[in-house]
C-alpha cells in the first residue's frame, strides 16, 4: 500500500479518531498526540489492513486501547496530578462565564461520567455510528452497549434538568 | 413534527432504542425554533452533540515518525563522538611526542654547551702545551 492510497482511506476518520482520543483524553495536545501516534502505527502495520473488515472499526478500537493504556499509566504513575491541574484551569477560572455557556455543561456532565460511558455516547451521539459498528469496535455485545448507553443518557438528562432547575430558582 | 411523537421518541432514545434516523428526526427538531419549553434539556444537549462533531485535527499526520529521526541522530552523535575522542587522543599523543621531542632537544643541546666547554678548556690546554714546548726542549724529538 503506498502513502497515497493509504492516507485515502485513512483521512476520512482522522477528525474521528481526534475527537474520541480527546474525549478520553480531556486535553486537546494529547489527543494530539495520539491521534498521530495511531495513524504512525496504523501506518507501519498497513500490510496487516486488508485482514479487516473495517479499517475505521479497527482504528477506532485501537484509539480506545491506546487511550486506555494511557489513561492506566497515568494513573499508575501519579501523573493524575497534570490531569487534575489541567481540569482545574479549566473550570474553576472560566467557571462562572461557561456555567451560563450551557453547551459547555454538557461537556462537564459527559466528562464526569465513567470511560466506558463516556466512550459509548462519543461513539453514538456524536460520531452516530450503528450499534453493530460500536458493538465491533469494543468487541460487546450491542445489548451491552445499549444498556450503557441507555444509562449514559438518563444520567446526563437527570442532571441538566437539576442544574436547569438550579439556574432558574 | 407533533410533540407527542417528540416525546415517544426521546423515551426511546433514553432507553437506547432509537436508530440513527429516528435520532437525526430528534437532532433536527431540537436544532429548530420551536422546541417545547419543558424540552429545554434536550435543546442544550443535542446542541452539544451537533457543535461536538466540528471538530477537527488541525494537524497533518506525519507518517515518518519523529523517533526514527532520534535514532539516527543518536548514530550520528555517537559516531561524531567516537570521532572527536580519536583526534583528540591522537592530538595528545602528538603533543606527547612533541613535548618529549623538545625535552631530549633541550638535553642535547645541554650536552653539547657542556661538550664545548671541554673543547674551550682543551683548547686552552693547547695553548699552554705549545708555550711549555717552546719554553723547555723536547727530549724526545733530540732524540731522534
Request: hydrophobic share 35%; net charge positive.
Amino acid at each position: 500500500m503506498k502513502q497515497s492510497e493509504f492516507l485515502k482511506t485513512v483521512m476520512p476518520f482522522k477528525d474521528k479518531v481526534f475527537r474520541v482520543a480527546k474525549r478520553l483524553l480531556v486535553s486537546t495536545e494529547e489527543a494530539e498526540d495520539a491521534t498521530q501516534e495511531l495513524f504512525f502505527k496504523l501506518w507501519k502495520n498497513r500490510s496487516k489492513l486488508k485482514d479487516y473488515k473495517s479499517i475505521e472499526a479497527f482504528a477506532m478500537t485501537m484509539t480506545k486501547n491506546y487511550c486506555f493504556d494511557r489513561l492506566k499509566s497515568k494513573q499508575a504513575n501519579n501523573l493524575k496530578l497534570i490531569h487534575s491541574n489541567y481540569k482545574e484551569k479549566n473550570t474553576s477560572l472560566d467557571r462562572r462565564m461557561e456555567l451560563n455557556d450551557s453547551v459547555s455543561i454538557v461537556h462537564q456532565l459527559i466528562e464526569n461520567l465513567p470511560e466506558q460511558q463516556k466512550l459509548i455516547i462519543q461513539l453514538r451521539d456524536i460520531e452516530q455510528y450503528e450499534f453493530a459498528e460500536i458493538a465491533e469496535m469494543l468487541n460487546l455485545q450491542p445489548t451491552a452497549i445499549r444498556v450503557t448507553l441507555s444509562r449514559a443518557r438518563k444520567t446526563i438528562r437527570e442532571q441538566l434538568i437539576k442544574q436547569h432547575n438550579y439556574g432558574i430558582s | 413534527m407533533e410533540l407527542a411523537n417528540i416525546e415517544r421518541l426521546l423515551d426511546k432514545y433514553l432507553n437506547a432504542e432509537t436508530t440513527l434516523t429516528e435520532e437525526n428526526e430528534l437532532k433536527n427538531y431540537f436544532l429548530g425554533d420551536n422546541v417545547a419549553p419543558h424540552l429545554e434539556e434536550y435543546r442544550i444537549l443535542f446542541e452539544y452533540f451537533s457543535t461536538s462533531k466540528n471538530e477537527r485535527f488541525t494537524k497533518s499526520i506525519q507518517l515518518n515518525s519523529k523517533k526514527k529521526h532520534w535514532k539516527w541522530l543518536s548514530v550520528a552523535a555517537s559516531i561524531i563522538l567516537l570521532v572527536s575522542v580519536y583526534t583528540g587522543y591522537e592530538k595528545k599523543q602528538e603533543r606527547k611526542a612533541e613535548k618529549i621531542y623538545k625535552e631530549t632537544q633541550f638535553a642535547l643541546e645541554i650536552l653539547a654547551s657542556n661538550l664545548n666547554k671541554g673543547t674551550v678548556a682543551i683548547a686552552q690546554l693547547k695553548e699552554f702545551e705549545k708555550a711549555k714546548n717552546k719554553i723547555f726542549k723536547q727530549p724526545k724529538r733530540n732524540k731522534k
